[in-house]
């Protein structure tokens, strides 16, 4: 099966600027995960879906972040305006349902705000 | 709260040592932990989860609940196992709470 797409792979932005990451998870996957991954840190989960609904958005900073799941299917992740703190690589993840499944992982978007 | 530690950034064993990667967590409830693993150039990806109790590539982690730890060993090392590593603790809803990482060098 294909595996997580995720693009654009690397970005370089000013702060105060936007910009958004795109994801598509695996076909059949009800759940989709988006994860801030800090140089040195582990993935900390920023939002999780169950089909185009939010699960559990705790972790997003919901004044400068934003995402959507339209149709259940592909994500964006948006940030606006952007901060020198949101350097980062950003994960996006899906697994088959909610309960205790393997999350299948993409390749990332590497972030540098400046 | 959940909290994952790892307390080794780095580190470094010789071709056919042993290997204990560890691992320490905290939770109220009972957890389901996990392994993955993020090799050079390539995707993060799962290792293992204790609830199998199984052995892939060689690896295996006891979940010992009295000293909350879940470390990783591998009795012989090998080039390829060369890698990051990444404790995981699933607390409910499949959310995942991740350790800072070891990275794990395999030196001949």
């Known amino acids: 099966e294909a595996g997580v797409a995720q693009s654009p792979r690397y970005k370089i932005i000013e702060k105060r600027q936007s910009v958004a990451f795109w994801c598509n998870p695996i076909?059949?996957?009800?759940?989709l995960y988006w994860y801030q991954q800090i140089l040195g840190q582990g993935p900390k989960l920023l939002i999780q879906?169950?089909?185009?609904?939010?699960?559990?958005d705790s972790q997003l900073p919901k004044d400068r972040f934003s995402a959507e799941r339209l149709k259940g299917v592909d994500s964006t992740l948006k940030i606006q305006p952007a901060k020198l703190e949101d350097s980062a690589v950003y994960l996006c993840a899906s697994s088959r349902q909610r309960g205790v499944n393997e999350q299948y992982f993409g390749p990332g978007t590497r972030l540098t705000v400046t | 709260a959940q909290r994952v530690t790892q307390p080794e950034k780095l580190l470094s064993v010789f071709k056919g040592a042993p290997v204990e990667l560890k691992c320490n967590y905290s939770y109220s409830g009972s957890p389901e932990l996990f392994w993955y693993v993020q090799y050079s150039r390539q995707r993060l990806q799962l290792l293992l989860r204790?609830?199998s109790r199984e052995s892939i590539k060689g690896f295996t982690a006891d979940l010992n609940k009295g000293e909350t730890s879940f470390h990783l060993k591998k009795p012989f090392a090998q080039e390829e196992d060369s890698a990051m590593y990444y404790c995981a603790l699933e607390g409910g809803g499949n959310k995942l709470t991740f350790g800072t990482g070891t990275q794990l060098k395999v030196e001949l």
């Open positions: 879906f169950q089909n185009n609904g939010v699960v559990d």
């Open positions: 076909s059949g996957h009800a759940t």
């Open positions: 204790h609830i």
